[in-house]
T-cell receptor, first 110, second 112 residues
Framework: EDQVTQSPEALRLQEGESSSLNCSYTVSGLRGLFWYRQDPGKGPEFLFT???AGEEKEKERLKATLTKKESFLHITAPKPEDSATYLCAVQGGSNYKLTFGKGTLLTVNP | DAGITQSPRHKVTETGTPVTLRCHQT?????MYWYRQDPGHGLRLIHYSYGVKDTDKGEVSDGYSVSRSKTEDFLLTLESATSSQTSVYFC???????????FGPGTRLLVL
């Protein structure tokens, strides 16, 4: 059974204070690891897909990295508008289903 | 925006009544999904569809049924709603060559 654990559950940063969110996973044959952003009252918004260890992807102040056991979402010099819940999900080798973690609630104070 | 709409967006109902939620997409995607999201549990898959009349169960399918009579619509039915089915329900489609799922805006359901 695929499992995803995200840490910390909540993170509070000052504007400009860089940090990282962690996503640890166990999966049989990784087809993809996905990062989403979710704002209150809205559906998850796709950010990145990573497929193999060593892969990195960037978008504005966000950078996602992947190892064989975990992924990190690095946030550089965050702004208040980066405040959201960040979700991590994995897709295993033999199915079309995503398994999600419980998310990290990020708050960036001005 | 992946061209996904959900209706209704909010619903209040009573225990024991049937409820149907609708997911509509405009881009002929083959795969569609229904999830529920609850505090402390994250997003959990209820049912999914891989084509017209082709559906399969997810991890929390008890008490739910689905139907897909045409490509663009995927219906989720609670045959007899219970308070434990109070949740936010999200529809998703799988699009693109990277098998990414894109989510709709959600339906907030309260069962009294």
């Amino acid at each position: 059974e695929d499992q995803v654990t995200q840490s910390p559950e909540a993170l509070r940063l000052q504007e400009g204070e860089s940090s990282s969110l962690n996503c640890s996973y166990t999966v049989s044959g990784l087809r993809g690891l996905f990062w989403y952003r979710q704002d209150p009252g809205k559906g998850p918004e796709f950010l990145f897909t990573l497929y193999s260890a060593g892969e990195e992807k960037e978008k504005e102040r966000l950078k996602a990295t992947l190892t064989k056991k975990e992924s990190f979402l690095h946030i550089t010099a965050p702004k208040p508008e980066d405040s959201a819940t960040y979700l991590c999900a994995v897709q295993g080798g033999s199915n079309y289903k995503l398994t999600f973690g419980k998310g990290t609630l990020l708050t960036v104070n001005p | 925006d992946a061209g996904i709409t959900q209706s209704p967006r909010h619903k209040v109902t009573e225990t024991g009544t049937p409820v149907t939620l609708r997911c509509h997409q405009t881009e002929n995607h083959r795969y569609m999904y229904w999830y529920r999201q609850d505090p402390g549990h994250g997003l959990r898959l209820i049912h999914y569809s891989y084509g017209v009349k082709d559906t399969d169960k997810g991890e929390v399918s008890d008490g739910y049924s689905v139907s897909r009579s045409k490509t663009e619509d995927f219906l989720l039915t609670l045959e007899s709603a219970t308070s434990s089915q109070t949740s936010v329900y999200f529809c998703a489609i799988k699009a693109g060559t990277q098998e990414t799922q894109y989510f709709g805006p959600g339906t907030r359901l309260l069962v009294l």
